[in-house]
Nanobody, 129 residues
Framework: QLHLVESGGGLVQPGGSLRLSCEVS????????LGWFLQAPGKEREGVSC????????YYADAVKGRFTISRDNTENTVYLQMNSLEPNDTAVYYC??????????????????????WGQGTQVTVSS
């Protein structure tokens, strides 16, 4: 249904910043939840942050609270993840995904979305000195 393209990753030093972008195209019914997820080598994907297009409510994993900010533009074509105070443990491939979750909080929707089989290609974030 949707086509997702992530960009903005790169190599940064600890304490640095990156802004990831996810361009969304295609059709989806009604409001949806869009989220950022990471996958480190040999690990399962983990939720980072999600945002609902219905009311812009957000969810953040504890590890990124106060450091990362998710946002979207008015057309809902692009969702961003501003990543500040980056740490080596943030190193991973970052993916975005979207799905419709009726009558769910954004936190619950984000958890369910982690199991999605529709992802973008991912963008590599490497935090190293």
């Amino acid at each position: 249904q949707l086509h997702l393209v992530e960009s903005g990753g790169g190599l940064v030093q600890p304490g640095g910043s990156l802004r990831l972008s996810c361009e969304v195209s295609g059709y989806i019914m009604g409001y949806y939840t869009l989220g950022w997820f990471l996958q480190a080598p040999g690990k399962e994907r983990e939720g980072v942050s999600c945002i609902s297009t219905s009311d812009s409510s957000t969810y953040y994993a504890d590890a990124v609270k106060g450091r990362f900010t998710i946002s979207r533009d008015n057309t809902e074509n692009t969702v961003y993840l501003q990543m500040n105070s980056l740490e080596p443990n943030d190193t991973a491939v970052y993916y975005c995904a979207a799905g419709v979750f009726l009558h769910h909080t954004v936190r619950t929707a984000c958890n369910i979305l982690r199991a999605s089989d529709s992802w973008g290609q991912g963008t590599q974030v490497t935090v190293s000195s």
